[in-house]
């Protein structure tokens, strides 16, 4: 499945976000009261107060509607912004037993780790996307989810103390580049992440794709690792700034330039967390053993082309041959089974291991712990140089595009950092260029 389509089909998928479809309703309410949709074809204009205009002047109507448009997004962006500004006093206020107004009419928001500042983000967006200028078209869920991106970049480069960011993590496949692809030494994104290296910020690529040697690695992200090794401007200490957590949460390879790979494996025994170290083996291998079952059953069943693979820390179906498409339906299908069947199972009632079922585009697998671990993982081995504590959530920025399909992955990332939903390679770019702006700006 192409980058673009998959990104499609997520978009319009039935695990839609809340949070993103209750904006985009109020939002909806304004473009219905003043689109103007006929100001199209009623120009020349006829009203008095209007007057006329000369042919190829600008249309009167269009620029009042357009204004008025703008005016009423940006007030209601507004007041959702004092909203979250309530949560979060809610959410920091422990003796305090009652929901905020955002928790009520929104059951599923989450935690927030920074403000939001939703109008400036809006008009920033407004003036690349002429979201105001629409008369026909009203804000889409990409309108909101990008004006959420930029929301967030402006709050973790503010001037507000503790604001500062310190760690960007990303996804893989979509996010730094195309699904099934390596980051070659030609990606637009390399420069970018350079970039936050010489800005001394920690950078972690948290992926899903699970090997336990650095070859495999180096294979997927030889460019940026090439780049950082042959950098005349990167201090010693800004190279080494650069983890790998692979499997979600479960392979730590540390960049090494005297490597033959340029990564070093770090052992487990040296950055699993407390909780980590409480992840019984037995109980990994029974919740896999379900996970097997389940997955034979799914390609009996759905007739799938495809085969299992089992890893120490994960299992899955890949496609047989492997230039078979599986239809993106059977791979949401298998993912919601298995993830259903492990839930009610005794492994998974009991929760004793966290676990993670997505789909990765032409595949489907089941991997120990998940983005939310792999990314605390990040936080704790790279601790914040002035108190020595781990990065915190503010201070953290997560990119990935799995938001939304089922099991996204990336999702889980929210309830440890602050996180950007991107759709393409070429929007991370974007982003990291909108994030050297505002970086610049503060520096300056």
Known sequence: MTTRYRVEYALKTHRRDQFIEWIKGLLAVPFVLYSQPHGVFEYPPSSPEL???????????????????????????????????????????????FPSKLKLLVPSIGPFFTRLPLEAAFKFQDRKRYISSRRFVSPSFN?????????????????????????????GDVTLYDDGQSLEPTSPVIPRLLDLLRKNIKIGIVTAAGYTSADRYYARLHGLLDSIATSVDLTPVQKRSVIIMGGEANYLFQFDPASEHLLSPVPRSEWLTAEMLLW??????????????????CIE???????????DRAVGIIPSPPHIRIPRESLEETVLCVQKILELSSAGRSKKVPFCAFNGGNDVFVDIGDKSWGVTVCQRWFRDPETGRPIRGE??????????????????????????????????????????????????
């Open 395 to 444: 201070n953290t920025l997560h990119v990935g595009d799995q938001f939304l399909s089922a099991g996204a992955n990336d999702f889980r990332a929210r309830s440890v950092g602050t996180t950007a939903w991107i759709a393409s390679p070429a929007e991370t770019v974007e982003l990291l260029d909108e994030l050297g702006e505002l970086m610049g700006k503060k520096m300056s």
């Open 301 to 311: 069943t759905l007739n799938l082309p495809a085969v299992l693979m089992r890893k």
């Open 51 to 97: 007057g006329t205009s000369p042919p190829g002047s600008p249309n009167p109507i269009l620029i009042k509607a357009r204004e008025e448009a703008h005016r009423r997004y940006a007030e209601i962006l507004h007041d959702v912004e004092l909203m979250i500004d309530d949560h979060i006093a809610h959410q920091n206020d422990p003796d305090n037993p």
């Open 280 to 297: 019984d083996d037995r109980d990994i291998t029974q919740l896999l053993d379900i996970a097997e079952a389940a997955l034979a059953d």
């Open 143 to 171: 309108d909101v989810r990008l004006i959420l991106n930029s929301a967030q970049l402006i709050s973790v480069t503010s001037t507000t103390p503790g604001s500062t960011l310190q760690l960007a993590t990303f996804d």
